[in-house]
């Protein structure tokens, strides 16, 4: 009987490894898009309360594709609004894998989990400087509190899809967070 659990440990190895990268991987997708959905709507709603419908996608395509300056981009440019959402969906899709391993390996080691919500703080913080710095002009056009609203929300959106998805991870936390 022992002798078959040996046997059979180095075979389902494998296949544990298997099934952990496809979950980070479904995890990551899912997360990335709940992301990209969630300040895809918060933008949305605001530019339609403004009267500008679809005005920021335009706006920050036309920044990052045509190097217009906010001043120049006036109207909404299809074409841009398209692909500005293209690149907004992989850049949340990036995200989205990054914390789903993240997540994963807090759930496996539950100690690194402030070390992993200092570091996701520590990118927030970065992502917002430096749109500040590169883009100050763009960010006086959406609004400082715009853009860090749509951060949090969608950054409390994903944390709670991951929650949803694996509600062992709390349990390990407060395990870890009691052992001192």
Do not use: K
């Not at 100690?111 to 006086?140: D, K, N, Q, R, Y």
């Amino acid at each position: 009987m022992e002798s078959s659990s040996r046997s059979a440990s180095p075979l389902s190895a494998p296949n544990l490894i298997s099934e952990r990268s496809a979950s980070i991987l479904e995890d990551g997708i899912l997360t990335g898009v709940m992301g990209a959905v969630v300040v895809a709507v918060w933008f949305f709603v605001l530019d339609t309360a403004r009267g500008r419908m679809l005005f920021t996608p335009s706006l920050l395509g036309s920044v990052v594709f045509l190097g217009q300056s906010p001043d120049q981009a006036v109207s909404v440019n299809g074409f841009v609004v398209f692909a500005y959402t293209g690149l907004h969906v992989l850049l949340f899709l990036v995200a989205g894998l990054v914390i789903a391993w993240m997540f994963s390996l807090f759930e496996h080691h539950p100690h690194f989990g402030i070390m992993i919500l200092l570091l996701f703080f520590l990118f927030e913080a970065i992502l917002f400087t430096f749109a500040a710095v590169i883009f100050p002009s763009l960010m006086g056009a959406l609004g400082s509190l715009a853009v860090a609203s749509g951060n949090l929300f969608a950054a409390i959106a994903m944390f709670w899809f991951l929650i949803r998805r694996h509600p062992s991870a709390i349990t390990q936390l407060r395990l870890a967070w009691h052992e001192e």
